[in-house]
């Protein structure tokens, strides 16, 4: 898939003003500070479509980016370590979980982890809520490129044997790296392949 237009829409965190657009979404979410502004930009080849920042827990709304004008690319908060009150958390999860219970137009997420880390149990508890009701996601690593080789593989098998204990296949994932576009068109083509099969895009 070739990028020809990435624009914002809409920032909100009230699921009922998200875009009526019948179009195909496609959510990407992780815990703070796992890369996710840095890969989108990345796939849109824009510096500063998403906001990047070192402070985690920088994006605090649903965000709507229409792609190509035939999807929506929907970045939303991180979870985990964000140096937010907990009711602000509690508010987070309450609208991030009615998105993706709500919205009919959401055909995958896309869960990021930090490539460099072993299994997160936060990671692993929202991956599981996902797979309890029934909402396809895809797991995208980050930050390959700061990891070698090795312990990249020994870590995605780390997470393999650890999800397969309990699911019956481990979900699609991608290796990534923002810093050098690694992923970039595996990522793409992906949500390409998947577009052509939803109904309403044609």
Sequence with gaps: MK?????FVISNS???????????????IGRSNV?????INMLVEQKSLAKT?????KTQLINHFKINNNWFLVDLPGYGYAKVSKTKKAEFQSFIKKYFSAREQLLYGFVLIDSRLEPQ????????????NQ????IVFTKTD???????QKNIAQYKRTLLKTWEEFPPYFETS?????GKEDVLNFIDEVIKMYPLAN
């Design 3 to 7: 990028i020809k237009s990435a624009e």
């Design 14 to 28: 009230d699921v009922s003003k998200c875009p009526k657009d019948q179009l195909p979404e496609f959510a990407f």
């Design 35 to 39: 890369g996710k502004s840095s890969l």
């Design 53 to 57: 920042s070192g402070k985690p827990g």
């Design 121 to 132: 149990q936060i990671d692993l508890d929202f991956m599981e809520w996902l797979g309890i």
């Design 135 to 138: 909402i396809p996601f895809c």
């Design 146 to 152: 700061k990891i070698s080789s090795v312990e990249l």
């Design 178 to 182: 923002a810093e050098t576009n690694k």
